[in-house]
Nanobody, 124 residues
Framework: QVQLVESGGGLVQAGGSLRLSCAASARTFNSYSMAWFRQAPGKEREFVAGISWITGRTDHAASVKGRFTISRDNAKNSVDLQMNSLKPEDTAVYYC?????????????????WGQGTQVTVSS
């Protein structure tokens, strides 16, 4: 059983920064990948970024590449999402996801473990 708890969401002005964190509980994460997704009202859940726990390989959606960075902290069993140069269109509920896959995937259907979500609101 894997439990994921997100933190760090909030309200920020356009151009500002936020850092999301996802604390994970599991016996071992060596065979897992973790990812961040987001869902805006009336829209489908979309992939933001993913990371392989064992290789450290990352993947970022084109819409956030160069602005967002996903990273992991092995000691804390956590995955962070540093979000810079935020835009109003980044407003959404952000979810942390995980599953036993070596390489992060962009489809939400692959992930069996999800956090409760954290709201990010970017004002113009």
């Amino acid at each position: 059983q894997v439990q994921l708890v997100e933190s760090g969401g909030g309200l920020v002005q356009a151009g500002g920064s936020l850092r999301l964190s996802c604390a994970a509980s599991a016996r071992t994460f060596n065979s897992y990948s973790m990812a961040w997704f987001r869902q805006a009202p009336g829209k489908e859940r979309e992939f933001v970024a993913g990371i392989s726990w064992i290789t450290g390989r990352t993947d970022h959606a084109a819409s956030v590449k160069g602005r967002f960075t996903i990273s992991r902290d092995n000691a804390k069993n956590s995955v962070d999402l540093q979000m810079n140069s935020l835009k109003p269109e980044d407003t959404a509920v952000y979810y942390c996801a995980a599953d036993r896959i070596v390489t992060p995937r962009r489809s939400p259907d692959v992930y069996g473990y999800w956090g409760q979500g954290t709201q990010v609101t970017v004002s113009s």
